[in-house]
């Protein structure tokens, strides 16, 4: 079979794929040359891809199987899989998205920023140095445990974090679209919220964790009046897809300090090769927010057992078996 590779992560992996199936082509697209992708796909029976459009899919009418990079397919247009192609995906991501989450609550609930870079300042503020200080005046900061984490979905990731934060302490609380549908990992729940009851999962967490997938009904879903729900020292982390939260509304909480910190590891615009995209907003003059270039989830590891999923597909689809992980 003739394989194209689009996605420039996963082609970086590529010898994990070819050491797993070996016998077929192996076609490579280079990001940096315009229609490379196209051309990839042009006569391909499998396409790699972590995004697809109509025009890359002018020439792959030999296309059987379309597998995505990861967990979200929402970069694959609908109208570029044809009908009848399956569509899959892969995972792996929940437990490196998990630890990032717990680095970044704990950077922001501890104020390691702030220690940070008073020391780089040469200050040494400490409640034995500044004695009796206002809390802005000395990096005050408060523990994870005992506090409560609010989950907004509960997938791979959500079931990944969950053990995490009940190991740290904390209480974890989850909103799903089915409240009472069970299954793994919510033995660790200490309270389930449906779709309709968003604020109050808000007015009850310390730290928000937005982890669902992004569609039309999921869109701009933490907007103005959702954060006005959370207490003024409540932590955002953002670890889905940028656009589930208002980012307007989102730069405002954290310029008035209606909230006390966010952690963004996913944004509202796409980057251009390494230069990061144009912001609306300057998050990065203000403190108190962890910035990542959506990198989460790469650890090494997510890479290599993604790959492993991706060559038992092939495997599969030469056998003429059902494959694994099918979207639609």
């Given at each position: 079979?003739?394989?194209?590779?689009?996605?420039?992560i996963i082609s970086a992996f590529a010898?994990?794929?070819?050491?797993?199936?070996?016998?077929?082509?192996?076609?490579?697209?280079?990001?940096?040359?315009?229609?490379?992708?196209?051309?990839?796909?042009?006569?391909?029976?499998?396409?790699?891809?972590?995004?697809?459009?109509?025009?890359?899919?002018?020439?792959?009418?030999?296309?059987?199987?379309?597998?995505?990079?990861?967990?979200?397919?929402?970069?694959?247009?609908?109208?570029?899989?044809?009908?009848?192609?399956?569509?899959?995906?892969?995972?792996?991501?929940?437990?490196?998205?998990?630890?990032?989450?717990?680095?970044?609550?704990?950077?922001?609930?501890?104020?390691?920023?702030?220690?940070?870079?008073?020391?780089?300042?040469?200050?040494?503020?400490?409640?034995?140095?500044?004695?009796?200080?206002?809390?802005?005046?000395?990096?005050?900061?408060?523990?994870?445990?005992?506090?409560?984490?609010?989950?907004?979905?509960?997938?791979?990731?959500?079931?990944?974090?969950?053990?995490?934060?009940?190991?740290?302490?904390?209480?974890?609380?989850?909103?799903?679209?089915?409240?009472?549908?069970?299954?793994?990992?919510?033995?660790?729940?200490?309270?389930?919220?449906?779709?309709?009851?968003?604020?109050?999962?808000?007015?009850?967490?310390?730290?928000?964790?937005?982890?669902?997938?992004?569609?039309?009904?999921?869109?701009?879903?933490?907007?103005?009046?959702?954060?006005?729900?959370?207490?003024?020292?409540?932590?955002?982390?953002?670890?889905?897809?940028?656009?589930?939260?208002?980012?307007?509304?989102l730069y405002d909480a954290l310029a008035?300090?209606?909230?006390?910190?966010?952690?963004?590891?996913?944004?509202?615009?796409?980057?251009?090769?390494?230069?990061?995209?144009?912001?609306?907003?300057?998050?990065?003059?203000?403190?108190?927010?962890?910035?990542?270039?959506?990198?989460?989830?790469?650890?090494?590891?997510?890479?290599?057992?993604?790959?492993?999923?991706?060559?038992?597909?092939?495997?599969?689809?030469?056998?003429?078996?059902?494959?694994?992980?099918?979207?639609?």
């Amino acid at each position: 079979m003739r394989i194209a590779v689009t996605d420039p992560i996963i082609s970086a992996f590529a010898d994990d794929l070819r050491r797993t199936a070996r016998e077929h082509e192996w076609v490579i697209a280079d990001p940096e040359v315009p229609g490379s992708a196209r051309a990839a796909i042009d006569g391909a029976d499998v396409v790699i891809c972590s995004r697809l459009t109509v025009d890359d899919m002018t020439g792959g009418t030999r296309v059987r199987l379309v597998h995505a990079t990861g967990a979200g397919v929402d970069r694959v247009d609908a109208g570029a899989v044809p009908d009848g192609v399956p569509l899959c995906n892969t995972g792996h991501h929940g437990p490196a998205i998990a630890e990032h989450v717990m680095m970044t609550a704990l950077m922001l609930r501890r104020r390691a920023l702030e220690a940070d870079a008073q020391m780089r300042r040469g200050e040494w503020r400490t409640v034995a140095t500044v004695p009796g200080s206002a809390p802005d005046a000395v990096p005050y900061h408060r523990s994870l445990a005992g506090s409560t984490l609010g989950l907004i979905g509960f997938g791979e990731i959500g079931r990944s974090i969950a053990p995490l934060a009940t190991a740290f302490g904390m209480r974890v609380v989850a909103l799903r679209r089915h409240p009472d549908a069970g299954g793994p990992g919510t033995e660790l729940l200490d309270a389930v919220y449906g779709d309709d009851q968003l604020h109050a999962l808000l007015a009850e967490s310390d730290v928000v964790v937005v982890t669902a997938p992004l569609t039309e009904s999921t869109r701009g879903l933490i907007d103005a009046d959702a954060l006005a729900q959370l207490r003024p020292d409540a932590l955002v982390i953002n670890v889905a897809r940028g656009a589930l939260i208002d980012e307007d509304a989102l730069y405002d909480a954290l310029a008035e300090r209606r909230i006390g910190g966010a952690a963004i590891d996913v944004w509202w615009g796409a980057p251009e090769g390494t230069q990061a995209p144009p912001a609306v907003h300057r998050f990065a003059e203000l403190d108190r927010v962890v910035l990542t270039p959506h990198f989460s989830g790469h650890a090494r590891e997510v890479f290599t057992d993604r790959a492993a999923d991706i060559a038992r597909n092939i495997d599969l689809l030469d056998a003429g078996l059902p494959l694994e992980r099918r979207v639609r």
